[in-house]
């Protein structure tokens, strides 16, 4: 119901170590105006400058999560999503929120 949205980067070549948890806040502006139930996230690697690989439904397919509880928004009001991902850790690890 909104234009994709960069939620996370993480640099997988650096030498530091990955956090186990993320938590984050992403603004996005509903294009049309309904009940929202859900998030879908796809991935995008950049694997050299410019040069980028998008989800496919081969290899990193987008992943469709519930939300906390459904809310209705507005089209064109912006909303905030609460994230909060455990790495490895699935469905139970995972919480989004509609502020």
Known sequence: MSASQVAEEIDFGGKQELEERTD????????????????????LVELAPGVNWYSSDALMPPMIYPLTEPRVVESGRSVSIRYSCRFGG?????AFHIE
């Open 24 to 43: 984050g806040i992403v603004n996005v502006t509903p294009l049309v105006g309904g009940e929202v139930n859900c998030v879908r996230l796809t991935s």
């Open 90 to 94: 699935g469905l139970a690890g995972t």
